[in-house]
């Protein structure tokens, strides 16, 4: 489950487009919590069903089928409310802003303001907080040049759980995370 609410987009490779998009929203949403009590209800009056004789009395039957079209409508209910799923959004496979001297040069000073500090100025992965990271960062200019750059926008956008890297995506505009891929590209090139 997610912990924090945000757009979070992810390389998929069982959808067509290989992007997949989840829109998380902020507290407790009363359309998942009634879909969690029906689903609940539906499994309780179930085993009610199944206790009063299960398919061998009418009493059984009926409480059986009962319950499974509460079950049915919660899970759905808790499905819709949840938002999972693919949304309308899908981040292009390729970076929409062209990789001119303009776009890497604003790209530097997104990475010089957000990526130096762990990453290091040459993207070693030497930056001045790297040593108190665990995982310690990535050297980008060996990850940048393997991953797509669909891959690399939804991992500036959202972090990668489970390491230091945090979601820039609310700090950062879509069109300065791009260009920060152009200018990560370029380097990562050159070395």
């Keep these: 489950m997610f912990k924090n609410p945000g757009r979070f987009d992810y390389v998929c490779s069982a959808h067509p487009d290989g992007q997949l998009t989840y829109h998380v929203s902020p507290g407790p949403n009363p359309t998942v919590l009634l879909g969690a009590q029906l689903t609940l209800a539906g ?90 990271l665990d995982p310690a960062p990535s050297d980008l200019n060996e990850h940048v040049p393997i991953h797509p750059d669909s891959y690399l926008f939804a991992t500036v956008s959202n972090g990668l759980p489970g390491s230091g890297m945090p979601a820039l995506g609310g700090a950062m505009t879509e069109e300065e995370i791009w260009r920060l891929i152009n200018y990560l590209r370029d380097f990562a090139g050159k070395q």
């Excluded at 398919?55 to 039957?61: A, E, L, S, V, Y």
């Excluded at 919660?74 to 693919?86: I, K, M, S, Y």
């Excluded at 949304?87 to 040069?105: G, R």
């Design 43 to 132: 499994i309780l009056v179930q085993v009610s069903g199944l206790i009063m004789g299960g398919f061998t009395g009418i009493r059984g039957i009926g409480a059986l089928a009962g319950g499974a079209m509460v079950l049915l409508v919660g899970v759905l209910t808790f499905v819709e409310g949840a938002g999972v799923g693919e949304s309308d959004y899908v981040v292009p496979a390729e970076n929409p802003f062209p990789a001119t001297a303009a776009s890497i040069d604003q790209g530097k000073t997104s990475y010089l303001q957000f990526c130096s500090v762990c990453h290091g100025d040459g993207g070693l992965g030497d930056g001045p907080l790297a040593s108190s």
